[in-house]
Nanobody, 118 residues
Framework: VQLQASGGGLVQDGGSLRLSCAAS????????MDWYRQAPGKQRELVAR???????YYIDSVKGRFTISRDSAKNTVYLQMNRLNPEDTAVYYCKVVASLGKSTYDYWGQGTQVTVSS
C-alpha cells in the first residue's frame, strides 16, 4: 500500500489547511486511518484517528479545531485544520493499518510540512 499525503503549506495564525492522504488501490482493508505529527525536537504524536468501529479520536490540543474524515471509495483520509496556531507547526504523517485476514501491516505516508506563522 502506498500513501500519498498532500495539502501542507505555510499559513498565518488562525488560518486553515486541509490535508489529504490517498492510498493506492489495494485489496487490504484500511482501518484505522490516522494522522500523526512531529514537531522539531519532539516525538511523533497521534493527532487524530478514524476507524469503522469507534468515534473519531483527537488529541486534546486539536479538539474543536481539527476534523478527520475519510472517503472509503477513494481510500483517502482527510484532516481539516482550522484556527491553526504556531504550536501546530510540524510535519504531518498519515498512517493506515492494512489488514487481510489475520495479517495486519502499518503503512506511513511521506509527510507533509505544516508551518503556522505568528
Amino acid at each position: 500500500v502506498q500513501l500519498q499525503a498532500s495539502g501542507g503549506g505555510l499559513v498565518q495564525d488562525g488560518g486553515s489547511l486541509r490535508l489529504s492522504c490517498a492510498a493506492s488501490e489495494t485489496i487490504f482493508r484500511l482501518d484505522p486511518m490516522d494522522w500523526y505529527r512531529q514537531a522539531p525536537g519532539k516525538q511523533r504524536e497521534l493527532v487524530a484517528r478514524i476507524s469503522s468501529d469507534s468515534s473519531p479520536y483527537y488529541i486534546d490540543s486539536v479538539k474543536g479545531r481539527f476534523t478527520i474524515s475519510r472517503d472509503s471509495a477513494k481510500n483517502t483520509v482527510y484532516l481539516q485544520m482550522n484556527r491553526l496556531n504556531p504550536e501546530d507547526t510540524a510535519v504531518y504523517y498519515c498512517k493506515v493499518v492494512a489488514s487481510l485476514g489475520k495479517s495486519t501491516y502499518d503503512y506511513w505516508g511521506q509527510g507533509t510540512q505544516v508551518t503556522v506563522s505568528s
